[in-house]
């Protein structure tokens, strides 16, 4: 179970003309419990969402309120909660860090204490499942960008974490591969809270937050959450 209460981040703005340094809020203070198994977070660019998804793993801390996942709190206790949820990123380049796909998972599976025998073992495995284990010895950079989002789907859920946390997780994909993506994380046990701007994806959550100037608007069902989105922005537009 996610909790957030009163969760806020602030961050420090660019100087005025006289030098003087504001606080700029990035996300208001924020209550809600999120225990559903897939969650949407939808809103425009630069509105918050991100904000709010890093919160829930610790990579962003709250200036002020708590956040907690099964009772333990990010900023106290944050190595035990990214055991618990992974995050899986826009563009996969920002966390692909080894050579191979096999020595990426390998580098994924090292903080299960297990021997390097087994942590190839089962990086041989996890590539497998995720169709990638023909892709194991070839060049990360060599991959195709639908790959390089599965390898980095497959290094998450390698540690099989209990929430995965995905911030727009298909938007550099061409259609094919969203589609091998969403099939992916619709099949999954684990709770999945995912930031997208794909308005079908987030019709096929159990429930959806809309976020705007830092602040969660709406937070109900999706026919209801979309059409409050879909209000926003063409109001915006005007």
């Known amino acids: 179970m996610i909790e957030l209460v009163d969760a806020t981040v602030t961050a420090y703005g660019p100087p005025d003309d006289r030098g003087r340094t504001g606080v700029v809020t990035l996300l208001h203070p924020t209550t809600c419990t999120l225990t559903e198994r897939r969650v949407a977070v939808i809103g425009a660019n630069g509105s918050g969402k991100s904000t709010l998804a890093r919160l ?107 929430i995965l946390v995905c911030d727009e997780p298909t938007t550099l994909l061409d259609l094919r591969w969203k589609r091998v993506v969403d099939d992916l994380l619709d099949g999954l046990d684990q709770q999945v809270v995912q930031v997208t701007h794909d308005l079908d994806a987030a019709a096929r959550a159990d429930r959806v937050l809309v976020v705007d100037d830092g602040r969660v608007v709406h937070d109900g069902d999706p026919a209801s959450a979309v059409e409050q989105y879909v209000a926003l922005m063409a109001g915006g537009a005007r």
């Open 56 to 162: 829930l793993n610790g990579l962003v801390r709250p200036s002020a309120g708590t956040v907690t996942v099964d009772g333990l709190d990010t900023v106290t206790q944050g190595a035990q909660v990214r055991r618990r949820v992974g995050f899986c990123f826009t563009d996969p380049d920002a966390q692909l860090v080894m050579p191979t796909p096999l020595e990426d998972v390998a580098l994924s599976l090292r903080r299960l204490d297990l021997a390097p025998a087994e942590r190839t073992r089962r990086a041989h495995a996890v590539l497998a499942r995720f169709g990638l284990a023909e892709r194991a010895e070839v060049p990360v950079h060599a991959l195709s960008g639908g790959q390089k989002q599965l390898l980095a789907l497959a290094g998450v859920l390698a540690t099989e974490p209990t």
